[in-house]
């Protein structure tokens, strides 16, 4: 299958947007001035990363993405030594991400690479569990260390104790150090982010393999289901609204929790209340960790957290109120949800015919269990947690940058590369210690407006779901859990090119992520912050969700989402919940408009829409 | 049941240990009554006694069949024909199975059999509520590795059936389809005398089918045992098991019974009843019906329930043909007409998946240096 050359589409430069590649890293680029590179890149496959990324990304938040260009690819390439697979190769068009699994083509270096692989990954299997508890010190670690970091002032006299102490340091060097530091942790956490995580998703997808083998009509989503009920802390956030809707009753002090909807106001009536204080105490605990929970993916920097936003869990923990107070249970229906578990992986295998076949399937099963909490609980702790924590650092070095007028507002932060703020630092501290102008406050000001006007130029361009020459086979297992890469995919991609008229459209395929059919009213919400207007039953149209979501989830009938897998936050939710859903649809958001009459079929991932 | 040993002149001593009936109900039959009333009608006692939803009936049990044969003479005539036919000779044979099925047909049963078929179509009338009850007459062979048996089974199946002159002539029919040509010549190269073979012949009330069809708890493409495959158009099954239409086919999943695909196609034809001569005859589907789902989803979702049953009855993937009935309320409206073993699938010995060694390490390497194919 053919897509379009990689260098055409980068060739077609949108009008006011030229020189744009100065806003990302240089090797992210497509080139023409390299004929071996060149040549490799139009030989190669690269599709367009929409599961992250639904928008082109701010030159900032491209550290993520670097973060996980190393991380994944050298655990694959370097750590594990994956026999077929060296890493995952990037590029950007336009800001928008597109990305590349690498094979070992020799078939001797494959083979030289089978022992190393069979006692460096089965070591992590084998001890799994252990090491997973040694992972979770290092996580919590690297969480204290970038809460316990601090983004210095400077101030016009350094204070007194800088002499009486000898500490021989400025704020001015303590900034530059502590930036790197800030940096740095980043990229440590991303690095025990992919510890687990490229064995865990192989261990899921090839028992999903081995099933699909047996049963080759079985849907995604039954395998899935077969390691569903499993307990992780993903649910945790949502476990505390409930905790803290059932407390709220219990003292009494509901009505002041449910008078408002804005937080100050609430919090202040509760001061008032002896039993509200009892209750504010409560909400403490909570809130550290469970509220760094990002309203978003985590990945970008506009994602905030309910503690930035105490305004979204406040709506969960009303409607919970509501719940509790009309005597409805709010308790996930987990032990339903385990019986129906256990009632189908016993049926499934009952129509396994050979012993062989039913032994390696336990044995899939079990490994699949295993690995689940990670493949779930690792999101919490990074993209939640301490995205939560290193965006509001980021914050308070753009506060200084604003401070001595090298940017003009907070948010013009993430126009900027990190190696760009690094340099703006420099200037800004050497101006700070001589006692003259940053340069910069003529020049990053200039260039940061020109960068807005190309960030909406490249959010309104459409980025073509892949692009160069599809291989035969793909070995990687990201690629195929992650962003189903498969045949059918593929297909689905070449026709999304001639994009019928989005009026006209009566149906949406996505990947079916939850069972059951149901018809109903739409609700689009493109943030958490909108899920307030949700009606019960409605059916919920988002770009993708996340924990901090979860409150929605006991008022809606269906879920249907623009980006994600059958792994998805939305698809495992909606299980765990029993309602349909179908995930990954490309564009359910711009073509769905809220009060239309939808129905859902999460077992084929058909969404009909009523015109 | 003294009138069925009176019938073959068994003294009342003898009655008890073994006296063969010459007339059957359906649910008095096992899957072990093969050789009594062969294979169809043998596992419809099989299904009713499982408690599947089976449209009533009764066999003409192989005695009857014989009763027949000698009580007549008919067996002397045949022996006669056949005696001077070379079995090499085609349209010998084609002449000589000629001559003996006109003969057959042409042979009234003895008073006594017509007035046990007739008792019990008398009966089936009366628990059915309806006078002249249409039935289906199909034959019911008790030799599996016949081929007369095989393809006069799929042949002689004769719809609504009205009254019981006809159901008798039609019975006949039946019986005479073990005397095709290519029956014949099987037997004569296998060694088989025709006396050692018989015949059941069932009578069963007719679905009045508004939707009928075929079903696999197996997948018949691929051989997956976690779905089952229902095709299926308007009228009575004949159009579906013939292939004289494409079908509507749906992919059902056996664990969770959702409807994971369906293919909804033109259907043209379909088999019902001709309002006037009260005959089975092919007809053209309405236009405007012909991209109609024939079979609502509701009745996929029971119809794959009762394959499931069936299926874990016998304990092998099996092959069903079936009927909604459209003057029985919902819920109450859809019959199993057939169920039998299926074969192809069964027969192939399937290897291992599994990858050598068995740990989940050894799968997942052996599926890494696979890898998957996209293109």
Known sequence: MKFPVPHDVKAKTIPGTEGWERMYPYQYQFVTDDPVRNQYEKETFWFYDGLHYPEPLYPFDTIWDEAWFLALSQYNNRIFMVPPVRGVDHRMINGYVYISPVPVKNPEEIGSRVPHFMERAGHYYKNWDALEAKWKVKMEATIRELEALQIPRLADMEDLSVVTDAVGESKGYHLLKNYDDLINLGIKCWQYHFEFLNLGYAAYVFFLDFAQKLFPSIPAQRVTQMISGIDVIMYQPDEELKKLAKRAVELGVDQAVTFSKEWTDVEAALKKLPKGIEWLTSLNLSREPWFQVSTGTGWFHHDRSWNDQMNVPLSGIQTYIEKVKQGVNIERPTAKVRAERDRITAEYRGLIEKDEDRKQFDELLGCAKTVFPYVENHLFYVEHWFHSVFWNKMREVAAIMQEHGVIKDVDDVWLLRRDEIKQALWDIVTAWATGVTPRGTQTWPKEIEWRKGVMQKFKEWNAPPAIGTAPEVIQEPFTIVLWGVTNKSLADWASVQEVKDPETITELKGFAGSPGIIEGKARVCRTVSEVGQLQQGEILVAPTTSPSWAPAFAKIGACITDVGGVMSHAAIVCREYGMPAVVGTGHATKIIRTGMKLRVDGSTGAVTIAR | ?375
């Open chain 2, 1 to 375: 049941m003294g009138g069925v040993a009176e019938a073959i002149g068994r003294t009342p001593a003898d009655r008890m240990e073994a006296a063969p009936p010459v007339v059957c109900w359906f649910e008095d039959c096992r899957k072990e009554s093969v050789p009594l009333v062969g294979g169809k009608c043998s596992s419809l006692g099989e299904l009713i006694n499982a408690g599947v939803r089976v449209p009533p009936g009764f066999a003409l049990t192989t005695e009857g069949y014989r009763r027949f044969m000698t009580g007549t003479g008919m067996d002397h005539a045949v022996r006669a024909v056949l005696a001077g036919v070379d079995t090499q000779d085609l349209d010998a044979l084609e002449r000589a199975s000629a001559q003996i099925r006109a003969a057959i047909e042409a042979q009234p049963f003895s008073v006594e059999m017509e007035d046990l078929v007739a008792e019990c179509y008398r009966k089936l009338a009366v628990r059915c509520c309806m006078p002249a009850l249409p039935v289906a007459v199909r034959s019911s062979a008790t030799a599996e590795d016949l081929p007369g048996a095989s393809f006069a089974g799929q042949q002689d199946t004769y719809l609504w059936i009205r009254g019981v002159d006809d159901v008798l002539s039609h019975m006949r029919r039946c019986i005479s389809s073990l005397y095709t040509g290519r029956a014949i010549a099987y037997r004569a190269h296998r060694g088989f005398g025709d006396a050692e073979v018989a015949i059941s012949v069932g009578v069963q009330k007719m679905a009045n089918s508004f939707t009928a069809g075929v079903m696999f708890t197996i997948h018949p493409a691929n051989g997956d045992r976690s779905v089952i495959v229902i095709d299926s158009n308007f009228g009575f099954g004949e159009s579906v098991v013939a292939g004289e239409v494409t079908p509507d086919h749906f992919v059902v999943n056996k664990i969770t019974l959702d409807i994971i695909d369906r293919r909804i196609s033109q259907k043209e034809l379909c088999y019902t009843v001709d309002p006037v001569t009260q005959k089975s005859r092919a007809m053209e589907v309405p236009f405007e019906r012909q991209r109609v789902q024939s079979l609502i989803d509701d009745e996929i979702t029971e119809l794959a329930w009762m394959g499931k049953q069936i299926e874990k009855h016998y304990g092998c993937p099996m092959d069903i043909e079936w009927a909604v009935d459209k003057d029985l309320p919902a819920g109450g409206n859809i019959f199993i007409l057939q169920a039998r073993p299926e074969t192809v699938w069964s027969a192939k010995s399937q290897s291992a998946v599994a990858a050598a060694g068995g740990s989940a390490m050894d799968y997942i390497l052996s599926g890494m240096l696979a890898g998957k194919k996209v293109s």
